[in-house]
Nanobody, 121 residues
Framework: QVQLVESGGGLVQAGGSLRLSCAAS????????MGWYRQASGIQRELVAR???????NYADSLKGRFTVSRDNTKNTVYLQMNSLKPEDTAVYYC???????????????WGQGTQVTVSS
C-alpha cells in the first residue's frame, strides 16, 4: 500500500505565497518522478511542475518564475513553493509520484487526495 498525503493548501490574497508538501509512505522500493497537477473548476487537470529523482525539473510555461518544485529524497517528499499568487491559480492541487513498490514490480503513478488553493483578489 502506498499513500501520498498533501498539506499546505488554503486561502491567500493575491500576491501572497503558499508552500505545498506531499509525503509518500508505505511499501516503496524507489520513487522516480514526483510532481504536481492542478484542476480548476470546469477545466481539465494540467501539469504544474515535476521533478525527477536526480533533480531535473519541468514547469508549465505560464508558471515559470513563480512556482518552484523541490524534493527531499530522504523523506520521500515533494514540495511546491508558490509565490506571487494570482486568482487564476485557484484550483485543487494534486501531487503524484511514480513509484516502484519492489524490485519485481513495474512503476506506477500514485496520487494524493488533493488540496484546495484559493487566491482572493
Amino acid at each position: 500500500q502506498v499513500q501520498l498525503v498533501e498539506s499546505g493548501g488554503g486561502l491567500v490574497q493575491a500576491g501572497g505565497s503558499l508552500r505545498l508538501s506531499c509525503a509518500a509512505s508505505g511499501r516503496i522500493f524507489s520513487i522516480n518522478a514526483m510532481g504536481w497537477y492542478r484542476q480548476a473548476s470546469g477545466i481539465q487537470r494540467e501539469l504544474v511542475a515535476r521533478i525527477t529523482s536526480g533533480g531535473s525539473t519541468n514547469y508549465a510555461d505560464s508558471l515559470k518564475g513563480r512556482f518552484t518544485v523541490s524534493r527531499d529524497n530522504t523523506k520521500n517528499t515533494v514540495y511546491l513553493q508558490m509565490n506571487s499568487l494570482k486568482p487564476e491559480d485557484t484550483a485543487v492541487y494534486y501531487c503524484y509520484a511514480n513509484i516502484r513498490r519492489d524490485s519485481t514490480t513495474y512503476d506506477a503513478n500514485y496520487w494524493g487526495q488533493g488540496t484546495q488553493v484559493t487566491v482572493s483578489s
